[in-house]
């Protein structure tokens, strides 16, 4: 069985720093693509970063210059690391995963999923 689980998320204040973590277990890592994606109450689940199986990046507008996705294949790990938060951050954030080489960049493409984990940001 096939599962992803999101570190704890939690409360920032604006202008923060948080990272979160995403440990896979069930699956070939090293073969699989890593996303992240967020979702706000009453809106729809989007892009947020991904990363390759060799470590290219990729982001959404929203994000790009403050956040940071890396991974660790020795731990079958995945991480967000974000910088200069804001409010428009407050989300769900959920990592998932895709047997894939090059990451797609849209959650219906993914076929694996952390339950979520909550990001507050405050001021």
């Known amino acids: 069985q096939v599962a992803l689980v999101e570190s704890a998320g939690g409360a920032v204040q604006a202008g923060g720093s948080l990272t979160l973590s995403c440990v896979a277990s069930?699956?070939?890592?090293?073969?699989?693509?890593l996303g992240w994606f967020r979702q706000a109450p009453g809106k729809e689940r989007e892009f947020v970063a991904a990363?390759?199986?060799?470590?290219?990046?990729y982001y959404a507008d929203s994000v790009e210059g403050r956040f940071t996705v890396s991974r660790d294949n020795a731990k079958s790990m995945v991480y967000l690391q974000m910088n200069s938060l804001h409010s428009e951050d407050t989300a769900v954030y959920y990592c998932?995963?895709?047997?894939?080489?090059?990451?797609?960049?849209?959650?219906?493409?993914?076929?694996?999923w952390g339950q979520g984990t909550q990001v507050t940001i405050s001021s």
């Open positions: 990363v390759s199986r060799g470590g290219g990046t």
């Open positions: 998932a995963a895709q047997f894939a080489i090059t990451p797609p960049l849209t959650r219906d493409e993914y076929t694996y």
């Open positions: 069930g699956v070939n890592f090293r073969d699989h693509v």
